[in-house]
Every structure is written in C-alpha cells, then in structure tokens.
Nanobody, 120 residues
Framework: QVQLVESGGGLVQPGGSLRLACAASGSIFSGYAMGWYRQAPGKQRELVAISPGGGTIKYADFVKGRFTISRDNAKNTVYLQMNSLKPEDTAVYYC??????????????WGQGTQVTVSS
C-alpha cells in the first residue's frame, strides 16, 4: 500500500515561513520524483515544485526564490520550505509521487493534502 502523509500546514502571516513535510512509504521513494502541487478555492490544481531525486528540480515561476524543495532519502521524506509567503499562496498543498520516465509530472500517488493559509 502506497502512502504519502503530509504535515506542517497552518496559518501564517504574510511574509512568514512554513515547512511542509511528506513521508512516503519505502517502496515508492526510489524510482519516483517527489513533489508538491497546490489547489486554491475555485482554481485548478497546479504544480509547485518537483524533485526527480538526481535530476533537475523544477519550480513554478510563482515560487522561484521563495520556496525550496528537498528530499531526505534516508527518511523517505520530502520537504517544502516556504518563505516570504503571500496571501495568494493560500491553498491546500498536496504531496505527490510521479513515476520517473513517463514524460510528464502528473502525479501517480497523492497525499491527503494540508491547508496553508496566509493571512494577517
């Protein structure tokens, strides 16, 4: 059974920081890119960042310079450090695992999502 379990969401003021974590089952971490999508109310789910685990990390333009994705292979965990948060970053953030080599970044497995709210 593949499982992705997210943690770390919450309420933060504009300009603040949060770190999201996603713990993956051992059978999935190798051979998969790990990443984060987000979905704001009334909007489509969008890619935030993805780490192929050896390849080039991809970031959405709207988070470049503010968010950093990292992987701890020993812990089967992927992190998203979010700095300089803006109200428009408010969304449910989803961890995803994407099978390497299939030619796109559409998620194969998903976490349950964690709410991030940026508001004063």
């Amino acid at each position: 059974q593949v499982q992705l379990v997210e943690s770390g969401g919450g309420l933060v003021q504009p300009g603040g920081s949060l770190r999201l974590a996603c713990a993956a089952s051992g059978s999935i971490f190798s051979g998969y890119a790990m990443g984060w999508y987000r979905q704001a109310p009334g909007k489509q789910r969008e890619l935030v960042a993805i780490s192929p685990g050896g390849g080039t990390i991809k970031y959405a333009d709207f988070v470049k310079g503010r968010f950093t994705i990292s992987r701890d292979n020993a812990k089967n965990t992927v992190y998203l450090q979010m700095n300089s948060l803006k109200p428009e970053d408010t969304a449910v953030y989803y961890c995803t695992a994407v099978r390497l080599g299939k030619g796109n970044w559409q998620g194969d497995y998903w976490g349950q999502g964690t709410q991030v709210t940026v508001s004063s």
